[in-house]
Each structure stands twice: as structure tokens, then as C-alpha cells.
């Protein structure tokens, strides 16, 4: 006999019945988390390890990402390249394909087994990044950097799938707080390493490899970075999924009834989307040239601007995420249905004053100690904005809402905003100017992604209304 259905707020067709399954989430969108129909979670004590685990790869991937970033001046030597070609590689070579990626990727991690999607993403981006140590020309080092992209196009809708399962929606805003940190930590430990390597091996001097291959230090970098992820990515199999443990049947829901979910309720996904976009711009653009920013307005080398800015990134999103995801997570159970949001739009404007004195500070010790400060205050926009994503979707969706999330910023904003602080620079008058430009696109942007996050509010708490009327 089929389970009784009805139309949920989204309005798509789901089984009342779904509250059954352990560890589905909440039977639909519209359906509440009430002591009638609350999902069974497993032990808390499984899903911190599934934090921990998720929170190392993640940290792995943006180490691979982001060591571009510190190795710009010696690669273009080489290389002969220009600016707009480093700003190529640094955003639209990685951000393209980590679109074209995730798309898949989140298809997969719906249908398949999740640590096995995840131990084969952590396996390409490992390989792409020690690819980028034998890259020869602007095309292979292109080719390099979109393997990376593909692969780490996983970590994002994976965990997003995954951490909902172990976690109650009053509860996963500090989790997803903490697994969050490793975007930034990655960044952080990518500027560290990458500095510290830089002091034993001359990003412009060549080696001899066992009388076999000479190299350029940057390519030995690359290489000695690359390799333990090859070994690191077993680590997925470590986590217990919940869906294949409890034996789940998996809903064949695809990216058609998706899209059908977003067209009922455009009113709170396209403005999420944006604001989401907007503040992740200024934070990969700030990233992709802050080290460029130091070396030529404040004339520090590698090796200095490596462990300091690493230690001011690391640091302030250390502090901010947990804070943030505990502060949201305690607004969001006394009944502010739209919390997450409200939460991030005021922060991303409290961010922008401290964004312009980064810039305008002559003294670059100040100048990292407002980096640090700037992090901690908008780093919720890593956690927050996902969390009420997850929250609100039906449990066979969350690979695809994460992962078309993570499609969007891939191309606009890993893919775009280095792109566009390039051009921005070289439109202000070349590559002095890079300080003038990530300040414009502050004051700009993060404002614009504030009012946007703004924009959706009354969605969600009409979403939240309608799911605890149910």
C-alpha cells in the first residue's frame, strides 16, 4: 500500500512516509522537525569524526588551490606571462572546471556512495597539483590547474550531503561552522607551507633531480605538495555514510525536479545565490592577490608574507566561524526562522570599513592585523548561507543544491574575481595599483551582497512558516 503523499511548500510530491528512513532530514521542505516526525541521527560522537575528516581533506584542497597565489613573480619569470594570463589560471582555469565538475560530482554523490565520490575526487586534484610542478608552457599549466578544479569540485557538496545527516537543523550551524574553517585554515596552511618551502628551496632556482630532470624550485614545490593527497584521500573511507549504514533506499530525484524546486521558490534561492556570490568574490579576489599586494606596495618577500598572512587568514577565521555558527544556531532555536541570513548580511557590512583600511594603512603589520580582523568578521558567509540551503532542501537534493551552488561561485567567483582584480589593476593604471583595486571592488561589492542576502529574508521566514504550520 503507498505511503499517503501531499504537495509539499516547494511544490513538489513527497511520501509523508519519509520520516521513517534514520538520518533522512526532515521529510520535505515544508515538513517540520517536530517530536512526531523527528529523524533518527547517529551517534554525535560519528558525525564530529565526519567533521574532522571532512574538515583535513577540505583543508588539503585549498592548500593546493591557493599555492598559485604565492608563487606568482617566479612563475611568470619563467613562464613569460602576463598578468591577465596569472589571473587566468589563478581563477578561470581552476573556477571553470570546477563547475563543469561539480555538476556531475553532486549527481553522483545523491546516487552513489559518498566516501567513494569523495576519495576519487581528493585523488585528481592531487595529481593536477603535482602536474602544475611539470607544466612547460601557459597551456599545460592551464590543463594542470582545471584537473585540480574537477577534483575539488567534490569537497563542497559532499560535506553539505553528508554533515545534515548527523546533525539536527537547530544544532548544524556551529558543525558546519567548524568543518568551514578549513576553506580559510587551507588558506592560511597553503601560505604558511608555501612561505616555509620557499625558505629551503628558491622558487627561481634550478635543481637537479637525480641527474634525471632539472626543475625550477616552484615546480619542486609543487610536487612535494601534491604528493600527499594521494595517500590522504583513503581518509574518506574512514566516514560511515549514513544513507548505505542504515540501509536507505536513494531517491532517483534529479536535476530536473531541482530546477522545479528552485522555479517555486526564486524568491529566496536567486537572492541567496547572489549575496553568496557577491561576498565570496571579494574574498577569492582578496586571497588570489593579497601576497602580489605585499611584495610590491609594502616590499616584503615570499618568505615573510607566506607564514604572516597565513597565520592573520587562519587565525581570524579560526575565531569567527565557530563563534558565528554558535551565535546563528542560538538566534535560529529561539525562533529567528531567518537567522543564517540576517546573521551574515549584518556581518558582510560590518566587514567593509576594516576591508578599506587594509589598503590605506601605511604600516603592513597594521594592515595583516585588519586582514585577521576581516576574516573574523565575514567568515560566517562560509557556513551560514549553506546551513538554511540544507535546512530547507529534501534530503535527496543536497548533493545537487550544493553542488550547483558550488557551479555558480566556481565560474563567477573562484573563476572571476581574479580575473577581475587583474583587470581592475591593469585599468588603474598596471600592477602597482593592485592595493587601489581590491579596495574598489570592497566597497563595491560587499555592500551589494549584504542588500541582496537582505532581499531573501521574507522567503525564508515564509518557508519556515509554512513548515512549522504543517
Known amino acids: 500500500m503507498h505511503p499517503p503523499r501531499r504537495r509539499d511548500s516547494y511544490g513538489s510530491e513527497v511520501a509523508l512516509a519519509r520520516a521513517s528512513h534514520p538520518a533522512a532530514g526532515p521529510t520535505a521542505p515544508g515538513v517540520p522537525n517536530l517530536p512526531g516526525n523527528q529523524p533518527a541521527y547517529p551517534p554525535e560522537r560519528r558525525?564530529?569524526?565526519?567533521?574532522?575528516v571532512l574538515t583535513v581533506l577540505t583543508t588539503l584542497s585549498v592548500l593546493d588551490r591557493?599555492?598559485?597565489?604565492?608563487?606568482?613573480?617566479?612563475i611568470q619569470a619563467d613562464l613569460g606571462l602576463s598578468e591577465i594570463q596569472m589571473g587566468a589560471l589563478m581563477g578561470i582555469a581552476f573556477g571553470l572546471f570546477f563547475c563543469l565538475g561539480a555538476l556531475p560530482i553532486g549527481w553522483a554523490l545523491d546516487r552513489f556512495s559518498r566516501p567513494l565520490v569523495i576519495w576519487a575526487g581528493v585523488t585528481v586534484w592531487s595529481i593536477g597539483t603535482m602536474a602544475c610542478g611539470m607544466a612547460q608552457n601557459f597551456w599545460s599549466f592551464f590543463a594542470a590547474r582545471?584537473?585540480?578544479g574537477a577534483g575539488e569540485a567534490v569537497m563542497g557538496p559532499g560535506s553539505q550531503s553528508l554533515l545534515p545527516e548527523f546533525f539536527p537543523p537547530e544544532r548544524l550551524g556551529f558543525p558546519m561552522s567548524i568543518f568551514s574553517t578549513s576553506i580559510k585554515v587551507g588558506a592560511g596552511v597553503s601560505f604558511a607551507i608555501g612561505g616555509a618551502l620557499t625558505m629551503f628551496i628558491s622558487p627561481d632556482a634550478s635543481y637537479d633531480l637525480l641527474g634525471l630532470v632539472t626543475l625550477?624550485?616552484?615546480q619542486a614545490i609543487f610536487l612535494i605538495v601534491g604528493a600527499p593527497g594521494l595517500l590522504l584521500a583513503f581518509l574518506a573511507f574512514a566516514?560511515?555514510?549514513p544513507r548505505a549504514s542504515q540501509g536507505q533506499m536513494i531517491q532517483k530525484a534529479g536535476y530536473g525536479d531541482y530546477l522545479r524546486i528552485v522555479k517555486a521558490n526564486w524568491r529566496f534561492v536567486v537572492p541567496h545565490h547572489i549575496g553568496l556570490l557577491l561576498v565570496t568574490t571579494v574574498s577569492v579576489?582578496?586571497?588570489?592577490?593579497?601576497p602580489a599586494f605585499y611584495e610590491r606596495v609594502h616590499g616584503l618577500s615570499a618568505s615573510q608574507i607566506g607564514p604572516s598572512l597565513g597565520l592573520a587568514i587562519s587565525v581570524g577565521t579560526i575565531i569567527g566561524l565557530p563563534l558565528h555558527g554558535k551565535l546563528a544556531d542560538s538566534w535560529f532555536a529561539k525562533g529567528k526562522s531567518d537567522a543564517h541570513l540576517c546573521y551574515t548580511a549584518a556581518a558582510t557590512l560590518a566587514a567593509v570599513p576594516v576591508a578599506v583600511g587594509i589598503f590605506l594603512v601605511p604600516d603592513p603589520i597594521l594592515s595583516l592585523a585588519l586582514t585577521g580582523l576581516y576574516f573574523l568578521i565575514v567568515s560566517g558567509y562560509l557556513s551560514l548561507p549553506v546551513t538554511i540551503l540544507q535546512i530547507v532542501m529534501p534530503g535527496e537534493m543536497r548533493g545537487k543544491a550544493g553542488s550547483v551552488l558550488i557551479a555558480i561561485n566556481g565560474v563567477l567567483s573562484l573563476g572571476g574575481a581574479p580575473l577581475l582584480v587583474a583587470a581592475v589593476t591593469e585599468a588603474l593604471g598596471g600592477s602597482q595599483t593592485v592595493g587601489q583595486s581590491l579596495l574598489l571592488c570592497s566597497v563595491v561589492i560587499l555592500p551589494l551582497g549584504a542588500l541582496a542576502f537582505w532581499v531573501a529574508l521574507p522567503s525564508v521566514r515564509s518557508i519556515m512558516a509554512t513548515r512549522s504550520e504543517t
Open 47 to 52: 558525525g564530529w569524526f565526519t567533521v574532522a
Open 66 to 74: 591557493n599555492l598559485l597565489s604565492l608563487l606568482v613573480i617566479p
Open 146 to 148: 582545471a584537473t585540480i
Open 216 to 218: 625550477r624550485g616552484w
Open 239 to 241: 566516514i560511515r555514510d
Open 285 to 290: 579576489g582578496l586571497q588570489a592577490w593579497m
